[in-house]
């Protein structure tokens, strides 16, 4: 009988929906995620387009449904070391980093973490706040289980502290925790490794990292969300201050032959879920949304953008900015740009402008996990021009990698938004029973 076992790699929402598919048709799933939890980064925003329904009311059912599976078990804090075999045969190790907590007694009350003294800048929320060291990377993480962060904690670091430890009425806390070397036999293996953002600061033209009113998307999306570090209020760095322009530019390392010449597919709607959520925080705020070409070729995404232009005061300014400077006496940021205006004849005339707003909103590239490249050569798989997973027939096999037994869904084989993943993570699931299932009628009637 062949192997009805699969790994699943990565923990957003498309490996979360793939392992359900997968648990639910029988099949036994290991889910490997690199962090403390799964979510990935749906798990960070605060609404989805076009129906701008909360990201974590969509997603926190499914994670809990993945978690509780009797059929997956979840590998967090996790990441794969080594594939040997073949298909139906695979011998997976998987490194399990040490938590020191342990996780059949935590019980999440956050009493560790309320004690603890060190505080350093937390992931979740881009660095825009500070966590403990010891910590539940977000409110409606999964497992709901502490983890020590061992570069941060001062017991680990310089040998005194342990308030935890004597604070855990549980008993959790274990500093003689030790890495885990698990040795998995599974059938497939099924990637759903997802994005990291771009980095902005190499585009020196925009200023990221010294004008202090330039933020990315990302960045923006922790500040309007209500589990953020400022609770949901929209305040830009330099003074606290509730911004009454926001500049919105879009293709900020994408579809430019110096960084990422692809479109990275989401950054249109996202920068007009974004300007819609600011103007229903601040009625009398108003947004630009500066974009190369709107590509709004979802359900509904070109009705979204009407409803933006139409009912929350959101204007598009069909431009690439070449620079931003700023107004050392506001520390407004001031967005310079080609506009394209009519002459009395009619001909169009191209002039530089510029316009000074109150914030600015970099909608970055986004690109390959920073792992991708690693995991893809212990693996063995092909990977394109960009750096995403090779798919050799789109038409006929659309999950399928160039190793045999090895599938990919999700944004690691190329640009797409949550929907577009959801529903690639359920063919990628279908398509990994279609072929284990073969193999054990093959050798039924063998």
Known sequence: MSNR????????????????DLANMGFRVYLVEQTPSIGGRMAQLDKTFPTNDCSMCILAPKMIECAGHENVELLTYSELAEVRGTEDDFKVTVRRKPRYVDLTRCTGCGDCTEKCPRRVPDEFNVGLGKRKAIYLPFPQAVPRKVTIDEEACLYLTKGRCRVCEEVCQAGAIDFEQQEEILELEVGALLLATGFDPFDPASLEEYGYGKI????????????????????????????????????????????????????????????????????????????FIFYTDMRAVGKQFQEYIIRARDEYDVSYVRSRPGKITVDEETSNPIVWYDETVYSEAGDPVRRVTSLEVDLVVLCQALVPHTDHQEMAQKLGLELDESGFIAIEDRLFHPVDT?????????????????????????????RVAEILSLEDRELEHA
């Open 212 to 287: 202090e009113n330039v933020i990315t998307g990302l960045e923006y999306e922790r500040l309007i969300c209500a589990s953020g570090p400022t609770g949901g209020h929209l305040e830009r760095p330099s003074d606290g201050k509730v911004p009454g322009a926001v500049a919105f530019i879009q293709c900020v390392g994408s579809r430019d032959v110096n960084y990422k010449p692809y479109c990275s597919s989401v950054c249109c709607m996202h920068a007009t879920k974004e300007a819609i959520l600011a103007n229903e925080h601040y009625p009398d705020l108003k947004s």
């Open 402 to 430: 160039s190793v045999a037994g090895v599938f990919a869904c999700g944004f690691c084989q190329g640009p797409q938004d949550i929907p577009d993943s959801v529903i690639q993570a359920s063919a990628a699931a279908a």
């Open 5 to 20: 076992s699969v790994v699943v790699v990565g923990g957003g929402i498309a490996g979360i929906q793939a392992s359900i």
